[in-house]
């Protein structure tokens, strides 16, 4: 934005906004203006939120989930009403939150932290792959439910783990994937019918 014709101090800022995932130049100009015509109290609350969070949230030391610094070990790890043995395994903190929506999951995570992508630099060093290795030979699991997204990082991520675990006796399983209920099949991908077909149960 420099050159803009704009004060440097809100150019700066438009760019910096621009930076965030999923905001394009004309958001970040919108959102920046609308910082300068809001209230200050309300622009510095944004500020001060940012700061904090980034100052007082960690990562779990058990799962990777988000926590904070006088809480070492996130609420699911510490809530004995969960089913420690089983695991489900996602891409980012955000997967387990949507899940943890459905209302439906007794178990506790492993949060990996991203995805096997070496094409971005991110391969298993990147990753929480060998924390989770730790807490599967430390024989209190049962199961792992891979839950990468279904792509060919994710599917290759899932695949990567289950080969560093081929060795133990943990069972290692998959979300199910294919046709929604509801849905109709004339609205169906070629991916969801395959996988839907693949996955097909007994009647």
Do not use: W
Request: proline share 4%; aromatic share 4%.
């Amino acid at each position: 934005m420099a050159g803009s014709g704009y004060a440097a101090a809100l150019d700066r800022l438009t760019t910096t906004l621009g930076r965030l995932p999923g905001i394009g130049a004309k958001s970040a100009e919108r959102l920046a203006h609308h910082l300068l015509k809001c209230p200050v109290d309300e622009a510095l609350e944004l500020a001060e939120a940012i700061r904090t969070a980034k100052e007082q949230v960690r990562h779990c030391q058990i799962c990777y989930h988000l926590t904070e610094v006088d809480a070492p070990i996130c609420g699911i790890c510490r809530d004995d009403r969960r089913d420690s043995s089983l695991v489900c395994v996602v891409e980012q903190s955000r997967d387990l939150l949507a899940i943890e929506k459905a209302g439906s999951f007794p178990g506790v995570y492993h949060v990996l932290l991203g995805r096997l992508a070496p094409l971005q630099g991110m391969g298993p060093d990147q990753l929480t792959v060998d924390a989770l290795e730790a807490r599967v030979r430390a024989g209190t699991v049962r199961e792992l439910i891979m839950a990468t997204n279904p792509n060919l990082e994710g599917d290759g991520t899932a695949l990567f783990i289950a080969k560093r675990l081929a060795d133990t006796s943990v069972q290692i399983t998959r979300l199910a994937r294919g046709l929604a209920s509801g849905s109709t099949l004339e609205f169906a991908s070629r991916d969801m019918l395959a996988d839907a077909l693949a996955g097909r149960q007994p009647f």
